[in-house]
């Protein structure tokens, strides 16, 4: 896994800083390029993984693995603003609004939204211009008010709420919140590919379940440093998570469990899976 | 003109209220919308009339529409936010972060820049999957950092500029913030029938600049409850405008020679553009 995530890293880095060399210097383009920067780049290799399993080249499906960082960069820069989240440090780094303003941020998380359609839309990501369409609704549908931001909507609204969540309703949060990015980047493969989605998607919703109750653990167990970012701030907030609802224990179980059921969904895949594989396993292990 | 505007409001309307009937009833999806109701619909009506111009019927360049219309909404959404231009009404309602908070307007426009991608990426939109993903391409293209955020940028950067912009400077400023999506919209006809887009692109640069100088006629002349939002804040901001670099009598002119200029641009289609060249002269008449 840590092999293949650091090739993916490189080629995607390679692909956004060649895109983003178009943008000029403004703030924006400056914001844009900060905030592409850095992270595990687990959703892009989770898209060229899945391309690589159906025969996709990483020089074509690097597109989709940068579109999908694209997206998710936009959505921590707009997620961290003083009226959302309010966080001043990402990945060990003062976040957008910290290092520019807040209409600097609002603009970067904007463009990058945009960034990640045109990646996706462009003639380099497939030669077949229905998987282009095909890749763009599908990230439109998982990024958008069905998806993503239903999910973030739900976070906020539960901060305010009479009463804490409880464990469906914060398993519905985080199938918008965190699940609907990672299925998409699951589904990259079968769809560049047009073949049967079933066992990635199978894999993908458990993974993205198992994703969110260790970001809870993080939460609760992490450190700032190593985590890069703010911790422990939904206990101080009273904010139901998996973790205040299961216990440590139960919500380490529960997530063991998942990663055991996303990796037997790519049996069928063989040996050629085992890298999707580690990285469900390495998705409950880390620390950040 | 106005018979053709009403009825592309009607379809534009159906269309975005079924459209927005899946997204439930949370808040974001009320500000959803609570943004898209309302306007002139100029964009609409050019994407559709482009479209018809080409043979396309309405019920399928509804989608396109739609999505313009969409996107269109989202900015205005962002470019309300008290770190950006700080507007409390637009369209003579209280914008989104008024009427509910500054965190579900941030969550409303993202949600509608995905929903445009979507609309434009389904297949409702076109049989041609490759005109689907050359709209949704073309969108991104003019949505983003090299589009109308790299537009919203240099407008948020000449506020505390040390000299005012120059007529240069306005004029690239606008092309990106208002021109950029009136260019797509106008070019939605020759895109999904895949002919010939030199008219309409010389039509489209010569309107979308007769619109944003009609813009700032607007904001010396016009008085708030026509506009339906707040007037003469250019000038009390001390911002460079068209009208403030040519005086209001050379703005004047200048918008007229650019409408017929765009007029004139469409005579190859003979009397089949009417519409078209009224919506021209509509744009530089309008006081809001």
Known sequence: MQDRQR???????????HTLSRFGDSPVAQGMRYATNGGKRIRAVLAMESARLHGIDDAQSVFAGAAIETLHAYSLVHDDLPCMDDDDMRRGQPTVHIKWDEATAVLVGDALQALAFELVASPQTSDDPGVRADLALG???AAGGQGMVLGQALDIAAET??????LGQIT???????GALITWAALVGPRMARADQTALKTYADALGLAFQIQDDIIDVTGDAAAAGKAVGKDEAAGKATFVSLLGLGEAKRRAQTLVDQACNALSIYGSEAETLQQLARFVISRQM
């Open 7 to 17: 090739q993916v890293i490189t080629s995607v880095e390679a692909c956004l800083t």
């Open 139 to 141: 990230l439109a549908q």
């Open 161 to 166: 709420a009479a009463s804490p969540l409880t």
């Open 172 to 178: 519905a949060l985080q199938a918008g919140k965190t």
